[in-house]
C-alpha cells in the first residue's frame, strides 16, 4: 500500500501534538474463568472523540487501521484483530473509510491446552491513526484485559464482523480506467446487492473516491454488475479482490474472487 507516504504530510503537520490520542480505549471480555481448549473472546472498545475518526483495514486514499501487539504468557496465542462494515467520511478533500463515535474490535485469544482457572493478567498495546479535516494524529494504549463485559456487547461485536457468504461468486475484469464486477449469489439468498452498501475491502484497486452501486444484470438471474474507476496506484492486473457488501444493522458479508482464475 501507498498509506505512509499519503499521510506522511499530515503527520509532520501534528508531530508535536501527538500526546493527544483523540479515543479512550478499553478491553473486555465476559469470560471470568479458562475452561481447557475453549477460546477467550475479547472486544477491544474505542470510543472515538467528537469530530475525529480512526481507519477500516482499507482506509482510502489515506490512513493506517488500528494495530495491536501483544507479549503474551507462554503458550497463550492470538488471533487477528477483527473489524465491521465501515463508514465513508473525508478528510479535507481526501475519501477514506473507517469509524466515528463507539468501534468494537473482537479480538480471540487461544489460552494453552490445559489452561483453567483464573484468567492470568493480560495486556495489549493498540496504535491506531485519529484523523479529522484539518490533521492527522497518532494514538497508543497499552491496555489490560477487564473481565466487566456483558456477553451481549461481546456477541454484538463478533456479529457486526462481515461473514463469509458461502456460494458466491464474485469476478473482476480490468480495463483501461474501469474495473467491472460480477456478482452472482445463491438462488436461495435473501440479499439484493442493489440495496446493500459495498466496499472495497482491497486496497489501491479501486479509486476509493468511487462508490459501488451493483444492478441486476439483464437476462442472467441472481446476477449483479457494477463498474468503478481504477486507483491510480494500480499499476498490474491484480489477482484476488474483496467487496464488503453491508446490508445493514450489523449484517454484512465478504466476498472475494477466485484467486485461482
Known amino acids: 500500500m501507498k498509506t505512509a507516504a499519503r499521510i506522511f504530510s499530515l503527520l509532520v503537520i501534528t508531530a508535536a501534538m501527538a500526546s493527544a490520542n483523540q479515543a479512550k480505549v478499553t478491553w473486555t471480555t465476559d469470560a471470568t474463568a479458562l475452561r481447557a481448549g475453549e477460546p477467550l473472546r475479547t472486544v477491544v472498545k474505542m470510543t472515538i472523540d467528537e469530530g475525529w475518526h480512526v481507519y477500516w483495514t482499507n482506509p482510502g486514499a489515506n490512513g493506517m487501521a488500528p494495530s495491536i501487539e501483544a507479549k503474551l504468557p507462554t503458550g497463550w496465542t492470538m488471533g487477528e484483530m477483527q473489524f465491521p462494515s465501515p463508514i465513508r467520511f473525508m478528510t479535507g478533500e481526501l475519501p477514506g473509510f473507517g469509524y466515528e463515535g463507539e468501534l468494537l474490535l473482537p479480538v480471540t485469544l487461544m489460552p494453552p491446552d490445559n489452561a483453567t482457572g483464573s484468567l492470568p493478567p493480560l495486556a495489549v498495546t493498540l496504535s491506531w491513526l485519529a484523523c479529522n479535516d484539518q490533521s492527522c494524529m497518532p494514538g497508543e494504549a497499552k491496555i489490560s484485559l477487564s473481565t466487566n463485559a456483558e456477553q451481549e456487547q461481546i456477541e454484538a461485536a463478533y456479529r457486526a464482523i462481515p461473514r463469509t457468504l458461502e456460494n458466491a461468486k464474485l469476478a473482476m475484469l480490468v480495463g483501461k480506467n474501469n474495473i467491472e464486477l460480477s456478482l452472482t449469489l445463491p438462488e436461495q439468498s435473501a440479499i439484493d446487492p442493489a440495496q446493500c452498501e459495498v466496499f472495497q ?55 472475494s474472487t477466485d484467486p485461482a482464475k
Open 201 to 255: 475491502a482491497t486496497p489501491d484497486i479501486m479509486d476509493p473516491a468511487a462508490v459501488i452501486k451493483f444492478k441486476p444484470k439483464t437476462g442472467t438471474p441472481n446476477t449483479w454488475i457494477a463498474a468503478a474507476p481504477k486507483s491510480e496506484y494500480l499499476t498490474e492486473a491484480p489477482t484476488e479482490f474483496s467487496i464488503v457488501v453491508n446490508k445493514g444493522r450489523g449484517e454484512a458479508y465478504e466476498i
